[in-house]
Every structure is written in structure tokens, then in C-alpha cells.
């Protein structure tokens, strides 16, 4: 009798310790949900549109979520550095320059990738903070 | 018979109202000064004289010289940007698309976009930049000129700041007002273009301008 509630117990214990983790990444989710999202409003929506939808031929729409994920270790420099090459989203060719923006730090760059992987139909999930840290360094 | 009276009361009570309603009349804006003129039956008379906005001459986006004769008899709408903005221009520009798009059909109403940036925006670069928003055609015109003719139409006749800023992001600064001048040369509205609730007023604007030319 004794083992069996024991074991329930730790049983518990381990079952809460699972969902306060999922917990702390939810939480940490909608944080960057929210700071990125300011982060959007002010550096990248004059161009790229307050739906994502991009402007024209001149900047493209955010909303390609296979371009996203096959640039997924890309994007982080796609956002601190600019882009000054062709790419092909939505099938369509992209050509004009994106400017840089080197004033955002690294938390910041991870919290708008965040909100943008996650906006406008995408469904990436979280990437922490560390990562796109790993991936800045990682810029050609 | 009851029914008759009633009808009537409800008609004349409508009447009044309507009445009552006053067009709706859109401000001049800028300097304006009393003249003393004739009228046709040589009487003299005093009357005010707007601002009004000069003769220019520019190259558009296909390199042909463009004059104010291209706006003759027609309304437009003015604004200053340039392309390498990053900041509020591609909103102006987007917000003015859907204006645009609206009055697509309207031989009465032309777009007229100066670039301050008289160093790169050559009539080529203006010309990509309008097809990759998406604008043919002539009813929206972008037009490159010197420093000097571009900035001081925009400060004294348009009443737009705009200037050089080696501090800003882009190199430039100006103010994102869409101008709406009427087919006599003045001002007649002005609209931050990066505000969708100021635009939506120049699009009800518009037809009220037009109106006025109707009679």
C-alpha cells in the first residue's frame, strides 16, 4: 500500500514537472509573440505590410511558410544584415535590396523571427533565443 | 383621410430636413489675397485669389518631359517620396495604391509622385519602381528633377516639408502628406499617407472635389 502511494506521488511530481516545462515554453512563446510583434510594427511593416501580404514586386510577402522553413537557419541574417540577392518566394523572383538593420541585438532578431514564423498562416513553433545567437554567427 | 394628413406631415417634415443639408465644400488651403476684378458685365468687384500651384517641368518615368499641362483640367493628388525609402514611403505608396485602384477608371483624376532623392531616382529607376508596385500607364506619373525645383515646389507650393539628412536612416527626410489639388491649380485637401483613416477621408474626398465641377 505504502509503495503504491509513493509511486503515485512521484507519478505526479512527474507529470507536473512535464507540464510546467511545456508551460515555460508557451510562456516563453507568447513573450517573443509580443515583443516581435512591436518589433514588426515599427521595422518591418512599412515595407512588408501589416498582414504579411509585401508590397508589389518591391518587397515580398511574408507568407511563403516552405521558403521559411527551408531558410529557417537563414532568416536571422536575413533580418540583422538585409538581403542582397534574388529570392524566389511564392514562385515569384524578388530582386530589390532589403535593408539591414544591425541596431536590433540578437534577442531582438529571434523575437520578430519568432512573430513572423508564426503570423500570417505560419505555424513554425519557438526557436529560443540561443539558436538564433548559434545562427548569427553562422552569417555569410 | 386621417392616413392623408399623416402622409403629408411626414413629407414636409422630410422636405425640411433635406433642405437643411448643406453640400458638403472642401477647404482652400495656403496664402490667399482680395482682389478687386471685373466681371463680364465690366462691373468691378472684390474677390479672394488662392494659392495656386506654378508651371513645372519634369522628366517622368519614361523620360519625357512632363509640364503642369499634363494635369490640365483634371484633379490630382501630389506626394513626395523617393525609392530606397524604407520607412514611410512604401506605406504612403501602398495606402495611395488602393486610391489609385478606385479611380482607376476616372479620366478626371492623376497621381503625380516627385522623387527628392535627385541623385539615384533617375527617370529608369523611377520607371522599375513603379511597374514592381504596380503602376502603368500614365494616370500616376513619377517625376525626376533637380534638388532646388523639387524641393522648393514641394516647400512653398505644396507645403510639404522635405530635405536632406545625413542623420536619417535613408539619407532623406520629408513629410508623408498626400496633397490634393483641384483643376484650378489650388489645394484643396492634405492627408497623412500613412494613416488608412486619413486616406479613406481623401477617397470620400474626391468625389465631393469632383462635384464641384459638375455644375
Not at chain 2, 97 to 123: A, E, G, L, R, W
Request: with cysteine; glycine share 6%.
Amino acid at each position: 500500500m505504502r509503495k503504491y502511494i509513493i509511486n503515485t506521488i512521484f507519478f505526479i511530481f512527474l507529470v507536473a514537472i512535464i507540464v510546467s516545462c511545456q508551460n515555460q515554453e508557451t510562456i516563453d512563446l507568447q513573450n517573443y509573440m509580443s515583443n516581435g510583434k512591436d518589433i514588426y510594427k515599427t521595422k518591418c511593416q512599412n515595407c512588408h505590410g501589416e498582414n504579411g501580404e509585401g508590397l508589389g514586386q518591391l518587397a515580398p510577402p511574408l507568407t511563403d511558410s516552405v521558403f521559411l522553413k527551408a531558410n529557417k537557419s537563414r532568416l536571422a541574417c536575413f533580418i540583422k544584415n538585409g538581403v542582397n540577392e534574388t529570392l524566389i518566394i511564392h514562385d515569384k523572383e524578388y530582386k530589390e535590396k532589403m535593408p539591414a538593420f544591425p541596431e536590433l541585438a540578437d534577442i531582438d532578431v529571434a523575437q520578430v523571427m519568432v512573430f513572423v514564423t508564426n503570423s500570417f498562416g505560419n505555424k513554425q513553433g519557438f526557436v529560443p533565443y540561443s539558436q538564433v545567437s548559434k545562427d548569427l554567427q553562422n552569417c555569410k | 383621410m386621417k392616413n392623408i394628413s399623416y402622409i403629408t406631415i411626414l413629407i414636409s417634415v422630410g422636405l425640411l430636413f433635406a433642405s437643411c443639408k448643406q453640400e458638403r465644400k472642401l477647404p482652400f488651403y495656403g496664402e490667399r489675397h482680395a482682389e478687386t476684378v471685373k466681371d463680364a458685365n465690366g462691373k468691378e468687384k472684390i474677390d479672394t485669389v488662392y494659392q495656386t500651384i506654378p508651371a513645372w517641368s519634369f522628366l517622368n518615368q519614361d523620360s519625357v518631359v512632363t509640364t503642369n499641362k499634363a494635369t490640365d483640367g483634371k484633379i490630382y493628388v501630389a506626394d513626395f517620396f523617393f525609392t530606397s525609402c524604407t520607412t514611410i514611403c512604401p506605406t504612403m505608396h501602398r495606402n495611395l495604391m488602393t486610391v489609385y485602384n478606385d479611380f482607376k477608371t476616372n479620366p478626371d483624376i492623376m497621381f503625380v509622385s516627385h522623387t527628392i532623392d535627385f541623385k539615384y531616382d533617375k527617370p529608369h529607376v523611377l520607371k522599375k519602381y513603379a511597374q514592381k508596385l504596380g503602376v502603368d500607364g500614365p494616370k500616376w506619373q513619377f517625376l525626376y528633377g533637380t534638388k532646388d525645383s523639387v524641393y522648393t515646389l514641394a516647400e512653398k507650393n505644396y507645403l510639404v516639408a522635405v530635405g536632406e539628412d545625413s542623420t536619417a536612416k535613408d539619407g532623406y527626410i520629408h513629410q508623408g502628406y498626400l496633397v490634393l489639388i483641384d483643376k484650378d491649380r489650388r489645394i484643396r485637401g492634405a492627408y497623412d499617407g500613412t494613416k488608412e483613416e486619413q486616406v479613406a477621408q481623401l477617397k470620400k474626398d474626391i468625389p465631393v472635389l469632383l462635384a464641384e465641377y459638375k455644375k
